[in-house]
């Protein structure tokens, strides 16, 4: 079965202080720590593409696992709505080259936002147990900070610049569980591009994450015969400390439960990075823990969601 066998990330050193962006915009501490949740938001070098941060991702994986081969690894997906230049070729080509993967490797980028590691995780699980491939590399990156404009207090405020690289393989330390999946088009308007400028309608995408992502990682539990009490932590996408607190307390709204606080919350140096958000938390918490199941959810841009479960065999 192919499963999580290690995850690294590559998180840019340079960026901006929140606090002095929430002052420009009349902002202050208490906001910035505790509704936007983030008081730094690294950024990419202006001579950076997003290849070179999936390219630093996947360098740091291989240093961390000198086991693994550059040249084994036969499947890359590339997660990322951002690719280089205006999109074409697809990044994950560039990305091959860079890295000097084999010419026989599969690649290919799946263009998903914020929901996009987890189907990225059972994209690539499934089109390498198709195709019996043996090792393979998803990897995230969507710089923000290539289509935010630095005036709209909206977007400007959350969004960080950051990659991550997951080996997917069989003897896996983690496995992957049921998942669910849900899009609907019909808020697309809520979050998007227009003209190289990025839009966020934030009531919109907040009241959408507050009645989706509660139900549907309920859902998720009932399909898979489980309970938030089998539950060690849940990973969801750090759109912001507002989003996580809500979603967390709509998911359980018992007041004297301690299932809220299994919401892992850890965006303060890096902000809402989109689909790495989730990588990062589980490279940070869950791989050298003690979590034995971790529910995971993604949700954004489309509007798309998609929520699974993972868990060591």
């Known amino acids: 079965m192919i499963g999580i066998k290690s995850i690294a990330s590559y998180v840019p050193t340079a960026g901006l202080d929140n606090y002095a962006q929430g002052a420009k915009f009349g ?16 950024r990419k070098a202006d001579e950076q593409e997003t290849s070179d941060l999936c390219v630093e991702a996947a360098k740091a994986l291989f240093a961390n696992n ?14 990322t709505q ?19 993967l084999s010419t026989r490797v599969a690649a290919f980028d ?38 935010v404009d630095p005036e709209d207090r909206n977007t400007t405020m959350l969004f960080g610049d950051a990659a991550t690289a997951t080996w997917m393989g069989e003897d896996a330390t983690w496995q992957l569980g049921q998942a669910r999946f849900g899009t609907d088009g019909s808020g697309a308007a809520h979050l998007k591009v227009t003209d190289g400028n990025f839009f966020m309608n934030g009531r919109q995408v907040f009241n959408f994450a ?25 990973c969801i996408h750090q759109g912001s400390a507002a989003i996580v607190d809500a979603v967390a307390r709509r998911f359980d709204e ?6 809220k606080d299994k ?4 965006m ?14 589980l490279e940070k918490h869950m791989l050298d823990g003690k979590w034995k199941r971790v529910a995971i959810s993604g949700f954004g841009v489309g509007l798309s969601w998609g929520s699974a479960i993972i868990h060591r065999p």
Do not use: R, W
């Open 27 to 42: 902002k202050d501490e208490t906001f910035i720590f505790g509704k936007i949740g983030s008081t730094f938001l690294p």
């Open 210 to 234: 507050l009645i989706k992502v509660p139900a549907h990682l309920n859902e998720l539990l009932d399909a898979s015969g489980l309970t938030a009490a089998d539950i060690d932590a849940f």
């Open 254 to 259: 018992d007041p004297d439960s301690t299932v």
């Open 110 to 147: 799946v263009s998903l936002g914020c929901s996009g590691y987890v189907y990225g995780l059972y994209a690539i699980k499934g089109f390498m147990e198709a195709a019996g491939l043996k090792n393979g590399l998803l990897i995230t990156a969507d710089p923000y900070s290539k289509i």
């Open 66 to 79: 000198p086991d693994l081969d550059p040249q084994a690894i036969d499947a890359l997906i590339v997660v």
């Open 82 to 100: 951002n690719g280089d230049e205006e999109g074409l070729p697809h990044t994950a080509a560039i990305v091959q080259d860079k890295l000097g």
């Open 268 to 281: 303060l140096e890096t902000g809402n990075t989109v689909s790495s958000s989730i990588p990062l938390l």
């Open 263 to 266: 919401f892992v919350k850890d």
